[in-house]
T-cell receptor, first 115, second 112 residues
Framework: GENVEQHPSTLSVQEGDSAVIKCTYS??????FPWYKQELGKRPQLIID?????GEKKDQRIAVTLNKTAKHFSLHITETQPEDSAVYFC??????????????FGQGTRLTINP | EADIYQTPRYLVIGTGKKITLECSQT?????MYWYQQDPGMELHLIHY???????EKGDLSSESTVSRIRTEHFPLTLESARPSHTSQYLC???????????FGPGTRLLVL
């Protein structure tokens, strides 16, 4: 089937450094790419999203870039802080066999910020 | 307050029992979803609904069933629970496919 691949599965960075998480997708019709953050014991929450007509989007310390030709998109976190420690999920829209659009999630990246 | 609710939050049950996990949202969203997730692991879509009387199976094969008789309510039922069903079940809703999915707090299920 059409999958979303996410790398790395775990990432450890020093506080203040940058973190980058990458995802690739296979459905050329995908047009919406959100990122969710899930803190330990909490529910996933949207932190940023990007649509296919935009190449980059930034919100304070987080940014997402999209390369539609290569079918990959990335999350960039700058000046990392301890509260950035969480599991991050990328996602992409995909059309089902019944024709409905739905989100497919990547496998997740466990980000640890070391003080 | 507009939110998405799940009950029970924790459930320990014996093999063979029938269970229903409840999910309700007060945001008026047409689209609702059920995910299965082991703690901190991948989110697996098991069912989704784009409106009343509309349900489809997700990517992960599941022995559970769902119904959508009212916009705000999307219960998930397991007719005969097994230890392999032990996991966390997350319900979510959204206004559209290209909009934020709001997740509920989850139900942690343990089948003995």
């Amino acid at each position: 089937g059409e999958n979303v691949e996410q790398h790395p599965s775990t990432l450890s960075v020093q506080e203040g450094d940058s973190a980058v998480i990458k995802c690739t997708y296979s459905d050329s019709a995908s047009n919406y790419f959100p990122w969710y953050k899930q803190e330990l014991g909490k529910r996933p929450q949207l932190i940023i999203d990007i649509r296919s007509n935009v190449g980059e989007k930034k919100d304070q310390r987080i940014a997402v870039t999209l390369n539609k030709t290569a079918k990959h998109f990335s999350l960039h976190i700058t000046e990392t802080q301890p509260e950035d420690s969480a599991v991050y999920f990328c996602a992409a829209t995909r059309r089902s066999l019944q024709g409905a659009q739905k989100l497919v999630f990547g496998q997740g990246t466990r980000l640890t910020i070391n003080p | 307050e507009a939110d998405i609710y799940q009950t029970p939050r924790y459930l320990v049950i014996g093999t063979g029992k029938k269970i229903t996990l409840e999910c309700s949202q007060t945001m008026g969203h047409d689209k609702m979803y059920w995910y299965q997730q082991d703690p901190g692991m991948e989110l697996h879509l098991i069912h989704y609904s784009y409106g009343v009387n509309s349900t489809e199976k997700g990517d992960l094969s599941s022995e559970s069933t769902v119904s959508r008789i009212r916009t705000e309510h999307f219960p998930l039922t397991l007719e005969s629970a097994r230890p392999s069903h032990t996991s966390q079940y997350l319900c979510a809703s959204s206004e559209g496919v290209w909009t934020t999915q709001y997740f509920g707090p989850g139900t942690r299920l343990l089948v003995l």
